[in-house]
């Protein structure tokens, strides 16, 4: 073994396609549902939200689809991202355990979600979409999105969670400088904001509320369309670049994954970064893996919801798909990591973890900026909060190596940088931080709220 630290790769080995799992999992994914009829939706129900392209990857079962090259030009901006190797994080842990993370924060915006936003716009602007309408949680997708649209000419307008728009001004100004318009939801610019508001003038917001905003305003306007950050079978597949690359980086190194950490909101890093490695599992190409989603202990969605239909949104305007929720009523608590806060998860993520191939844990808010810190501290990266239940995930795995006296290669995936979530540093450094109980009556007040079959 030599002593590397980074694996860097090429602007030619930027992957040429997307993989698709749909592809590979043994059983079709359960069909998603129109939110009136409860029957099969079509992709003519879909089309006032999204472009054609985009609605024929949500249900392609293709293997590879093809990167086009205006987006893998964009792409070169920042990818391939760096595969790193802990040395520092391992030698500090005293661990037998081989760490290697996956570092997304290289791109602009900070994170891995212009991986999505970059294909999104461009596929709009090529079916001649003018504007872009999304909702934002921490303001990661939002700041992605609104340079993705920036890039192609498009407008971007911006429905941001409104406890994150008061603790993150500079991620809003970060949209504002690529152009977009933000608005803090609820609003009261569309019918279901004001019927929010009405309800509860003080809401400190919820992703699922910011979407319903943002599909009313898109499904409103003939020129406009709905883009979504996260959950969505196209979103997962535009991340898929991530694994891909760690696949390379891996050999680059002469080692394999045994365990895959990635922290899950609603999916698509967790599923950027396992996807590809889950697709040789499921061909029988390998063992032995092991897939770890983390999620926070106030938003368990796969440990303590249910795996049933549901709406994406808390005004039902979305389809209902088959995930593990919390029920579209849940308002979780304005903890940190707000990307983590949401009640659903991605269907495919959701199916993986029901069919055995990944497994999911929860951290809570102290353990996950205990782990920032100690990272920080060894490598010198500050991961955002959302990450931080990430490392704190490998940190267990890497403790358990110890403890057990073997070397296992664990995969870890840095979805992002914490520039901008210092405050939440300080914060947990000044002793300020809580761990959120579980809202368990809450849950079940949401979940008996679940749409019945
Ligand atoms: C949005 C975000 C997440 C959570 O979203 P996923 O779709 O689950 O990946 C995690 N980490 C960072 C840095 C994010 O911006």
């Given at each position: 073994m030599n002593n590397q630290v980074k694996f860097l790769l090429q602007e030619s080995d930027i992957p040429q396609t997307w993989y698709n799992i749909a592809a590979d999992l043994?059983?079709?994914?359960?069909?998603?549902?129109?939110?009136?009829?409860?029957?099969?939706?079509?992709?003519?129900?879909?089309?006032?939200?999204?472009?054609?392209?985009?609605?024929?990857?949500?249900?392609?079962?293709?293997?590879?689809?093809?990167?086009?090259e205006p987006v893998r030009d964009i792409y070169k901006?920042?990818?391939?991202?760096?595969?790193?190797?802990?040395r520092r994080l391992e030698r500090a842990l005293d661990t037998p355990a081989r760490i290697y993370y996956k570092y997304e924060g290289v791109s602009p915006a900070g994170s891995h979600k212009p991986n999505s936003a970059i294909a999104q716009a461009?596929?709009?602007?090529?079916?001649?979409?003018?504007?872009?309408?999304?909702?934002?949680?921490a303001g990661q997708w939002g700041s992605s999105l609104a340079m993705a649209c920036n890039?192609?000419?498009?407008?971007?307008?911006?429905?941001?969670?409104?406890?994150?728009?008061?603790?993150?001004?500079?991620?809003?100004?970060?949209?504002?400088?690529?152009g977009a318009t933000v608005s803090a939801s609820p609003s009261n610019e569309t019918a279901v904001g004001c019927a929010m508001l009405s309800k509860d003038p003080d809401s400190s917001g919820s992703l699922g509320m910011a979407i319903s905003e943002a599909v009313e305003i898109a499904a409103q306007n003939p020129d406009a369309k709905y883009a979504l950050g996260s959950v969505l079978n196209h979103v997962l597949l535009h991340q898929t670049v991530i694994g891909q690359e760690a696949l390379k980086q891996l050999e680059m190194a002469?080692?394999?994954?045994?365990?895959?950490?990635?922290?899950?909101?609603?999916?698509?890093?967790?599923?950027?970064?396992?996807?590809?490695?889950?697709?040789?599992?499921?061909?029988?190409?390998?063992?032995?893996?092991?897939?770890?989603?983390?999620?926070?202990?106030?938003c368990p969605s796969i440990t303590r919801g249910h795996y049933a239909y549901d709406y994406g949104d808390t005004a039902h305007l979305t389809p209902l798909t088959k995930m593990h929720t919390l029920g579209s009523t849940f308002v979780p608590p304005g903890f940190h990591a707000g990307g983590l806060r949401y009640h659903g998860m991605a269907p495919l993520v959701s199916q993986v973890v029901a069919e055995g191939l990944a497994e999911a844990t929860t951290v809570a808010q102290l353990e996950s900026f205990t782990a920032g810190v100690q990272f920080a501290r060894a490598e010198g990266i500050v991961p955002a909060p959302e990450a931080n239940h990430a490392?704190?995930?490998?940190?267990?795995?890497?403790?358990?190596?110890?403890?057990e006296g073997v070397s296992r290669?664990?995969?870890?995936?840095?979805?992002?940088?914490?520039?901008?979530?210092?405050?939440?540093?300080?914060?947990?450094?000044?002793?300020?931080?809580?761990n959120y109980e579980y809202p368990a009556e809450e849950i079940a007040m949401a979940l008996a709220g679940l749409p019945k079959f």
């Open positions: 043994h059983q079709a994914p359960a069909p998603v549902l129109h939110p009136g009829t409860h029957q099969p939706i079509t992709p003519a129900d879909l089309a006032p939200l999204f472009p054609e392209a985009i609605i024929a990857q949500e249900v392609s079962r293709e293997r590879h689809i093809a990167i086009p901006q920042w990818r391939p991202s760096p595969l790193f190797r802990a461009y596929y709009n602007k090529v079916e001649g979409v003018k504007l872009l309408v999304t909702e934002t949680g890039f192609f000419g498009l407008a971007c307008k911006i429905f941001m969670v409104r406890v994150s728009y008061n603790q993150k001004p500079y991620r809003r100004a970060l949209m504002e400088t690529f002469g080692d394999t994954a045994d365990v895959i950490v990635a922290c899950t909101g609603g999916g698509s890093n967790f599923a950027g970064i396992a996807f590809p490695f889950i697709g040789q599992v499921l061909r029988g190409e390998r063992t032995g893996l092991r897939v770890v989603a983390v999620e926070p202990a106030a490392v704190a995930g490998a940190i267990r795995e890497a403790l358990r190596c110890k403890e290669s664990i995969l870890v995936n840095i979805s992002g940088h914490g520039h901008f979530d210092m405050q939440a540093y300080t914060d947990f450094m000044a002793g300020k931080l809580t």
